[in-house]
């Protein structure tokens, strides 16, 4: 998981799939990471919001993403394509394993549920088809999840919804059933 300072979204977002991922016994380990910090706490208001989902991620420190990160991970999802394109940039390699958490919803909706002894790489590569380097130019809207930083406590509420439902409709794509 992807974002820019590593202390809201992403945070959120490792936590969400971590423990969809635990309760369908799926061995997997999901980490986060950032552009911008290291070391830097989960701002407040993330942490209050993660514990309405019964959630604690107030140890979370900041963790500032390498290319040797990148390249061992078998899937990266940014929450905004200015955080899929710096991925991109760090490590090339990474493109056709690495979408914004929306674009992947949604390209893996239109490939379809990942069957059963289809392997992630696999299913992956099909969400990727078609897709070109010049999509990671820009802003877009449908792609990406607001970043809620300095904005009120319901900002990071709408923001935590958000990503349950973004890791919810990804994990049924995905894994649920696939193992």
Do not use: K
Not at 5 to 16: D, G, T
Not at 118 to 145: E, I, K, M, N, Y
């Amino acid at each position: 998981m992807v974002c820019t300072a590593n202390i809201c979204r992403s945070p959120m977002a490792e936590a969400l799939l971590s423990r969809c991922l635990a309760e369908l016994d799926c061995p997997a380990t999901v980490r986060s990471g950032g552009i911008l910090t290291e070391g830097e706490p989960a701002c407040p208001e993330a942490v209050t919001a993660m514990a309405g989902y019964g959630l604690d991620i107030a140890e979370h420190r900041s963790h500032r993403l390498t290319a040797s990160d990148l390249l061992r991970a078998d899937l990266t999802l940014a929450m905004a394509r200015e955080n899929l394109r710096a991925a991109v940039v760090e490590a090339p390699a990474v493109w056709p394993r690495a979408f914004t958490l929306r674009e992947l919803v949604r390209r893996g909706a239109a490939a379809g549920r990942r069957s059963a002894g289809q392997t992630l790489a696999d299913w992956l590569a099909g969400a990727h088809q078609g897709r070109q380097r010049s999509a990671l130019l820009g802003d877009s809207p449908g792609d990406d999840v607001p970043d809620p930083i300095g904005g009120p406590q319901r900002w990071y509420d709408q923001t935590a919804q958000t990503l349950s439902d973004l890791v919810g409709q990804l994990v049924g794509l995905c894994w649920a059933g696939a193992r």
